[in-house]
């Protein structure tokens, strides 16, 4: 149980890591005043779940489950 707890503890620090990596190389969701004028109905607005930033926002969303579910099974001391 105790090489268990390790390779749970290893997986939760490398879900980190990767999750500030992520977080960071994310852009700012302030348009600005392109929101006013409609600028942001562009191509990119429209298809962004196939851009790399739609990517990075899915990458994250799974990063973070992973990091609760590793957070609440390494507390319950069960191993």
Do not use: C, P
Not at 10 to 29: D, N, P
Not at 41 to 61: A, C, F, M, Q, V
Request: avoid cysteine.
């Amino acid at each position: 149980m105790a090489a268990l707890r390790i390779v749970l503890t290893i997986l939760f620090i490398l879900v980190s890591v990767v999750l500030a990596a992520i977080v960071l190389m994310q852009e700012g969701k302030s348009a600005g005043l392109g929101v006013i004028s409609g600028a942001a109905d562009t191509y990119w607005g429209k298809n962004k779940g196939r851009s790399i930033e739609g990517k990075l926002e899915k990458i994250t969303k799974i990063l973070a489950v992973a990091f609760m579910l590793f957070a609440i099974v390494l507390n319950m001391n069960v191993f």
